[in-house]
């Protein structure tokens, strides 16, 4: 207001000294006594005579008053614009007016940080509680703390966990299913994945203790043990184990010594070797994050994630190197791996160039694998075999621990069925995995178990029991087909004769007692359904 008052001012002090000036050189222009009227017609004359002849004294004057005005009226407006468009945030705008502004943008931002930490919260209490009923419903295990996120993967959730058998602290991850899961997740299937993941015991594999699938909430969860060196990753970037992700590897890390580097190549090597022997799948899921540290040894897990379908980080990345050559990926994925710990930092690129492996001297030998791996001529790449064998990992490394380790027991069909669905990549009929199920009386009862499921309100896990995934009907086996299964077990088929009775005792589906798909169908026409009457027992006996 005292701004205005001021601007308004001004301008009526120009105008007045202008009209004064104005005044002063024209002189007087009225006259009390004749010869003062003969003065002031004289005056007149001259001033009519001096604006003839001096116009442009008068344009100039004119034009200079407008000016002062047009000034006047441009700084008036500017003292009052109204700010558009944007807020003042940093203090820009003086005065109350942007005191006021600041206030209201702070309270929006800290209203929109508390609703995403109130969220945020929401999700990781509901988490919680479905990992506290579960670890009741199973048992032999007890909560010990909810991590932070520990990893990059968005949306799983780790705890720590004890054993009370052997008061051992444990690590618990639970994540949601993924789209690209190649398996009928039944109850038959997650055993046989973890019968599967049992078998695979070698020196450098983190062992799986616990696998599983929570019907209601779709979630996988797994128990591993907890080695609290943490990964290779904390060790060259040198953080704890347990600290946020994103907080860890902010900085450049420091190489690892050579000792160490052929020691955990190695290592990594022998294991990804006893994967491809089982039948796994390339294991897309191999970075320094996902090889843990166990002494002078180390121990490689992620192999699970590739069986449920879940996507690796490093995939996107890599693929551009290798195309369609699927064999080659694992060996990227290593030299990936082994960049890192000869750099101290991760690679960037697809494959390493010269001015990459420049940056990576801290061996003159891993150096040159580096170049085995990536600067070939011909375009291709060495095999897991091949860099196994190469003088870096060759000579000076202990493998005193494989020693330990027997022939692993042998896979059965239903394994090598999961397999090689893990492999195609495509979704699972819930039969391929159960694998045969024994006499007709068997299948009898498991018919009659699955109908009388099918009559409860069932959730989104007996969905999943009962029937197969969407687009896995299609490749539902007839008989004859899942008779070939089995067939490539270990032990030899049974006679021709044996499996005539069983087919025929089997019994078809009387019309009267619809499967859930014909119950359903019914329902979509019109029908109704009958009257039960129920037998409550629930009343207490007096």
């Given at each position: 207001?005292?701004?205005?008052?001021?601007?308004?001012?001004?301008?009526?002090?120009?105008?007045?000294?202008?009209?004064l000036?104005?005044?002063?050189?024209?002189?007087?222009l009225?006259?009390?006594?004749?010869?003062?009227?003969a003065?002031?017609?004289?005056s007149?004359?001259?001033?009519?005579?001096?604006?003839?002849?001096?116009?442009?004294?008068?344009?100039?004057?004119?034009?200079?008053i407008?000016?002062?005005?047009?000034?006047?009226?441009?700084?008036?407006c500017?003292r009052?614009?109204?700010?558009?468009?944007y807020?003042?945030?940093?203090?820009?705008v003086?005065?109350?007016?942007?005191?006021?502004?600041?206030q209201?943008?702070?309270a929006?931002?800290?209203t929109?940080?508390?609703q995403r930490?109130s969220?945020?919260?929401?999700?990781?209490?509901?988490?919680?509680l479905?990992?506290?009923?579960y670890?009741?419903?199973?048992g032999?295990?007890?909560?010990k703390?909810?991590?932070r996120?520990v990893?990059?993967?968005?949306?799983k959730r780790?705890?720590?966990?004890?054993?009370?058998?052997?008061?051992?602290?444990?690590i618990?991850?639970?994540?949601?299913?993924?789209?690209?899961?190649p398996?009928?997740l039944?109850?038959?299937?997650?055993?046989?994945?973890q019968?599967?993941v049992?078998?695979?015991r070698?020196?450098?594999?983190?062992?799986?203790l616990?696998v599983?699938?929570?019907?209601?909430?779709?979630?996988?969860t797994?128990?591993?043990p907890?080695l609290?060196k943490?990964?290779?990753?904390?060790h060259?970037?040198?953080?704890?184990?347990?600290d946020?992700?994103?907080?860890k590897?902010?900085?450049?890390?420091?190489?690892?010594?050579?000792g160490?580097i052929?020691?955990?190549?190695?290592?990594?090597?022998?294991?990804?070797?006893?994967?491809?022997?089982?039948?796994?799948?390339?294991?897309?899921?191999l970075?320094?994050g996902?090889v843990f540290?166990?002494?002078?040894s180390?121990?490689?897990?992620?192999?699970?994630?590739?069986?449920f379908?879940?996507?690796?980080?490093?995939?996107?990345?890599?693929?551009?190197?290798?195309k369609?050559?699927?064999?080659?990926?694992?060996?990227?994925l290593f030299?990936?791996?082994?960049?890192?710990?000869l750099?101290g930092?991760?690679?960037?690129?697809p494959?390493?160039?010269?001015?990459h492996?420049?940056n990576?001297?801290?061996?003159?030998?891993?150096?040159?694998?580096?170049r085995?791996?990536f600067l070939?001529?011909?375009?291709?790449?060495?095999?897991?075999?091949?860099?196994?064998?190469?003088?870096f990992?060759s000579?000076?490394?202990?493998?005193s621990?494989?020693e330990?380790?027997?022939?692993?027991?042998?896979?059965?069909s239903?394994?090598?069925?999961?397999l090689?669905?893990?492999?195609?990549?495509?979704?699972?009929p819930?039969?391929?995995?159960?694998?045969?199920?024994?006499?007709?009386?068997?299948?009898k009862?498991h018919s009659?178990?699955?109908?009388?499921?099918?009559?409860?309100?069932?959730?989104?896990?007996n969905?999943?029991?009962t029937?197969?995934?969407?687009?896995a009907s299609?490749?539902?086996?007839?008989?004859?087909?899942?008779?070939?299964t089995?067939?490539?077990?270990?032990?030899?088929?049974?006679?021709?004769?044996?499996?005539?009775?069983?087919?025929?005792?089997?019994?078809?589906?009387?019309?009267?007692?619809?499967?859930?798909?014909?119950?359903?169908?019914?329902?979509?026409?019109?029908?109704?359904?009958?009257k039960?009457?129920?037998?409550?027992?629930?009343?207490?006996?007096?």
């Open positions: 207001m005292l701004s205005s008052v001021r601007s308004w001012a001004l301008l009526c002090a120009t105008v007045q000294l202008v009209l000036a104005g005044y002063v050189a024209a002189g007087p009225s006259a009390d006594s004749p010869a003062d009227e003065d002031y017609g004289d007149l004359d001259n001033v009519a005579k001096y604006i003839r002849e001096h116009v442009w004294v008068i344009v100039l004057g004119a034009m200079g407008a000016l002062l005005i047009c000034a006047a009226i441009a700084f008036i500017y009052w614009r109204a700010p558009r468009g807020l003042a945030i940093d203090g820009s003086s005065g109350s007016r942007g005191f006021e502004l600041s209201s943008t702070e929006v931002g800290a929109l940080q508390k930490t969220a945020r919260e929401v999700e990781e209490e509901s988490a919680l479905n990992c506290q009923f670890l009741r419903a199973i032999g295990y007890t909560m703390e909810q991590l996120q990893g990059t993967r968005a949306g780790w705890y720590m966990v004890t054993d009370q058998r052997s008061g051992q602290d444990l618990m991850a639970m994540l949601g299913r993924s789209s690209l899961c398996l009928t039944t109850k038959a299937s997650v055993k046989t994945v019968e599967l049992s078998t695979m070698h020196a450098y594999l983190l062992p799986l616990h599983d699938h929570l019907d209601e909430q779709d979630l996988i797994y128990i591993h907890y609290p943490g990964s290779v990753k904390d060259i970037y040198n953080c704890k184990p347990l946020v992700t994103h907080q590897y902010q900085y450049r890390g420091r190489p690892l010594n050579e160490l052929r020691n955990f190549g190695r290592q990594v090597l022998e294991a990804l070797i006893f994967l491809r022997s089982r039948g796994f799948p390339p294991c897309l899921h970075h320094s996902n540290v166990d002494g002078r180390c121990r490689l897990t992620g192999y699970e994630l590739t069986v379908g879940f996507p690796s980080r490093m995939y996107p990345l890599v693929r551009r190197a290798v369609d050559d699927m064999d080659a990926l694992e060996v990227v030299g990936h791996f082994l960049y890192e710990m750099a930092q991760e690679l960037n690129v494959k390493a160039e010269q001015q492996i420049a990576a001297q801290s061996s003159k030998l891993g150096a040159q694998v580096l085995e791996i070939r001529t011909d375009d291709t790449y060495p095999t897991l075999s091949e860099l196994r064998d190469g003088v990992f000579g000076g490394v202990d493998l621990e494989m330990r380790y027997n022939s692993p027991p042998a896979l059965t239903q394994m090598k069925s999961v090689k669905l893990v492999r195609k990549g495509k979704v699972a819930a039969a391929a995995i159960s694998g045969p199920t024994g006499t007709a009386k068997t299948r009862r009659s178990a699955s109908t009388h499921k099918s009559s409860r309100p069932s959730s989104r896990g969905t999943n029991s029937s197969p995934m969407p687009g299609s490749r539902s086996p007839t008989p004859a087909a899942s008779s070939k089995p067939s490539a077990a270990a032990p030899p088929p049974p006679p021709p004769p044996a499996p005539a009775p069983s087919a025929s005792a089997a019994p078809p589906r009387p019309p009267s007692a619809p499967g859930r798909g014909g119950l359903l169908g019914q329902i979509h026409k019109g029908a109704r359904l009958k039960t009457k129920t037998n409550d027992r629930s009343v207490p006996r007096v």
